[in-house]
């Protein structure tokens, strides 16, 4: 297998778009030649693995590409997260350098910015031929204790990804990708991989806006985008003419009211389910299809195998090429070659996969995964908070929210100003919960751990008071 992607696609179609960009053009050959430049110069930064803060710009599309060529894994680093959590992540997998196209700075790490790559000296690549099980990019995901795990994404991961969804998704080499997720998350970098697997033409858009979307999408003729079911909850307020054969959605339950409204309007939806651990999608149902408003997320792709454990409350295990080989940082479950998802759900007779709860506590908001225990962990560092304890709520516009509920010391009363401050230093902003709500205990299980299940009965039973 040549997992020379970018090469190939320069040599086989150089004058061919391969990103737009605010109008901006630039070809594969043109691509290829940038990325060969910045690859000389990340070879003398790292030998192995290097971090990127980035945005969704041509110029970390081109570092994606640099550190392909000069075989460094990635390590892609979100956005949204504080410093303190992106150091957490970072000792984790051993990277003391990153490499940015925004303002970032980070105490006792080398960091780069993009521009700042001319002042560094070249250092020749050496000729190597690349493995398929080699790591392309490491992404982190929530872990069962908080602690985020380091997913490794194998070249042939990615390649095999990318042809499970061409072969649902219908995409060719004629077709115009939109990238309006970030290429921080598994979501952008997808996108980003299938384009030049497959040599599309991608558009790439920095920040999403609905009426900018629309009017990029009839600019550049694009055929195919993905993105979270509150981005198209958004875009369906505006209606404009398009040339859409697929939108891909994933990241979050989508609502079946946001679907049918969709499809009646006639957008081409894809309904999807998938995680970091596989590259992105693995079951996926098209507009067509009569069961898209049952509740499905869809039939497996063609080479990805699914089956329930129904002795382990009906966990969802996965198997295929796609599937991560590890974590860096933690051991991968698996059972006789199934990874275990942690995702609860069931797959009825006629093969279609239904996700009743997904990795049961993580609570999916926008796309982005939050996890309880770490705002518990947060919240009981202030002084006045004797437990903490984190459950979720429906939200139609972010699919879930979290919901904090405390446990206060005798004497205290709960100071929301106070307790949001506290949480702000050492949460990503996405993170924060949405609502605040003192309780007179907090309660726990048998053994001494909180009981989300029995909190979250209290929490609805108030609600509906």
Same mark, same amino acid.
């Given at each position: ?46 030998? /192995? ?21 000069? @075989? ?14 992106? @150091? ?118 920095? /920040? ?59 957008? #081409? ?20 299809? #009569? ?8 039939? #497996? ?59 049961? @506590? ?39 929210? #979290? ?63």
């Amino acid at each position: 297998m040549d997992y020379r992607w970018l090469e190939s696609q320069a040599e086989q179609q150089p004058d061919k778009p391969a990103i737009i960009f605010n109008g901006v053009v630039i070809t594969f050959e043109e691509l290829y030649e940038k990325a060969q430049i910045a690859s000389e110069k990340l070879n003398t930064l790292s030998r /192995k693995r290097i971090g990127l803060f980035v945005g969704n710009t041509p110029e970390a599309i081109i570092l994606i590409h640099a550190a392909i060529l000069a @075989d460094i894994e990635i390590v892609m680093i979100n956005l949204r997260l504080t410093a303190v959590e992106i @150091d957490k992540q970072l000792i984790d997998v051993n990277v003391d350098t990153i490499v940015t196209t925004k303002p970032f700075s980070m105490e006792n790490y080398t960091v780069v910015n993009f521009y700042g790559l001319l002042d560094v000296n070249s250092t020749p690549l050496e000729n190597r031929t690349k493995s398929g099980d080699d790591t392309l990019s490491i992404m982190f995901t929530s872990g069962t204790t908080g602690r985020a795990k380091a997913v490794k994404q194998s070249y042939n991961n990615h390649y095999e990804s990318a042809l499970g969804c061409e072969n649902r998704f219908n995409y060719t080499a004629g077709s115009v990708w939109m990238n309006v997720n970030p290429i921080h998350h598994i979501s952008g970098f997808s996108i980003l991989m299938r384009s030049i697997i497959r040599g599309c033409t991608m558009v790439l858009i920095e /920040k999403f806006e609905p009426q900018n979307v629309w009017d990029e999408i009839e600019k550049c003729n694009v055929t195919h985008v993905s993105m979270v079911p509150v981005m198209l909850e958004r875009m369906m307020k505006v209606d404009k003419p398009h040339h859409l054969e697929g939108i891909l959605l994933g990241g979050a339950g989508v609502t079946m009211d946001i679907l049918n409204r969709a499809l009646e309007k006639g957008l #081409p939806v894809y309904n999807s389910f998938g995680m970091t651990e596989t590259c992105s999608q693995i079951v996926t149902i098209g507009p067509d299809d #009569p069961k898209i408003l049952n509740g499905t997320v869809g039939r #497996p792709l063609n080479n990805v195998s699914i089956k329930i454990d129904e002795n382990n409350e009906g966990e969802l295990l996965v198997r295929g090429p796609a599937v991560t080989g590890g974590y860096l940082n933690a051991d991968i479950s698996l059972d006789e070659g199934y990874f275990r998802t942690g995702d609860m759900g069931y797959i009825d007779d006629e093969g279609y996969l239904y996700i009743l709860d997904r990795r049961k @506590d993580l609570i999916i908001s926008g796309g982005e995964n939050i996890y309880p225990k770490e705002i518990e962990d947060a919240a009981v560092g202030h002084e006045s908070v004797r437990r903490a304890v984190v459950i979720k709520r429906k939200d139609s516009e972010w699919g879930e929210v #979290p919901v904090l509920m405390l446990e206060m010391e005798d004497g205290f009363e709960l100071d929301e100003t106070a307790m949001v401050e506290q949480l702000e230093k050492q949460l990503a902003r996405y993170k924060l919960p949405k609502e605040i709500h003192e309780t007179d205990e907090v309660i726990m299980t048998a053994t001494g751990k909180v009981s989300r299940v029995k909190n979250q009965e209290v929490y609805e039973t108030t609600k509906k008071q």
